[in-house]
């Protein structure tokens, strides 16, 4: 079966980091570009970022660029969101989703359940 498994998130300070994880099993995770979406209390799902299957390529949401960082190991089908200077809108449920390298989230093929980021003091 296919398994996207997020980890990594909580509560956190503004200006502080979080690294979340995401852990694949059950598909050739080296043939999908991996995606980073987010969906913030009682908002619709907000794409974050994306990395193309070999990693060598990353695009990131304009909110998000410059403080996050999309990494992937095709080695141990890992993902990861390098998160820093966070801020208080940045709190939502963030979720890992495997498809094409895109910002339409609708058109993922695999999702994770998602992993809560409360950025507060």
């Known amino acids: 079966d296919v398994q996207l498994v997020e980890s990594g998130g909580g509560l956190v300070q503004p200006g502080g980091s979080l690294r979340l994880s995401c852990a694949a099993s059950?598909?050739?995770?080296?043939?999908?570009?991996m995606n980073w979406v987010c969906q913030a209390p009682g908002k619709g799902l907000e794409w974050v970022g994306s990395?193309?299957?070999?990693?060598?390529?990353?695009a990131y949401a304009d909110s998000v660029k410059g403080r996050f960082t999309i990494s992937r190991d095709n080695v141990k089908n890992t993902l990861a969101l390098q998160m820093n200077s966070l801020k208080p809108e940045d709190t939502a449920v963030y979720y890992c989703?495997?498809?094409?390298?895109?910002?339409?989230?609708?058109?993922?093929?695999?999702w994770g359940q998602g992993t809560q980021v409360t950025v507060s003091s």
């Open positions: 989703a495997a498809g094409s390298y895109t910002d339409y989230a609708k058109s993922y093929d695999y």
């Open positions: 059950g598909f050739i995770f080296s043939n999908f570009a």
């Open positions: 990395i193309d299957s070999g990693g060598s390529n990353a």
